[in-house]
């Protein structure tokens, strides 16, 4: 197997989608979303996301930091903002790079709500390449 993930992963665009479900004492909220994002070339990305939550649609914002290995194994630090630009969350993300580096795939190991409480999640995400690169 020929590894391509490299830090800096991606310099460029692509897209991202999860579902899961925060897992609360009162009991489980299913979630959605959709996003685009865009990458560069110090392993930092942004982008802007659809989600629904419980069935509350929203848009928010993305800041995230992207840590990748030599195995393609790697973590993401996700810090999502409302649209006024007010923290509501912030995420780490165990990822691995495959399918000749035009994929992520990915599912939550923590999650900080902005009030300092744990939001225990269960979920999975796949982000693709936009535009896949020629030659791979």
């Known amino acids: 197997m020929r590894a391509f993930a490299q830090p800096p992963v991606w310099q460029e665009s692509g897209g991202y989608t999860s579902t899961g479900a925060l897992t609360f004492p009162t009991g489980a909220i299913p979630f959605a979303l959709v ?4 990458f560069d070339a110090a392993g930092n990305f942004s982008g802007a996301q659809n989600s629904s939550t419980g069935g509350q649609v929203g848009r928010e914002t993305n800041k995230e ?4 290995n030599p195995d393609c194994t790697g973590k993401l630090n996700v810090n999502v903002h409302n649209q006024l630009g007010t923290l509501l969350s912030t995420s780490a993300l165990a990822i691995v790079i495959v399918d000749n580096d035009r994929d992520v795939d990915g599912n939550f190991t923590s999650q900080t709500l902005a009030d ?3 939001g225990p999640t269960v979920a999975t995400f796949t982000a ?7 030659g791979l």
């Open 35 to 38: 996003e685009r994002l865009t």
């Open 65 to 68: 930091t992207t840590t990748v």
């Open 116 to 118: 300092g409480g744990k």
């Open 128 to 134: 693709k390449r936009q535009f896949p690169r020629s």
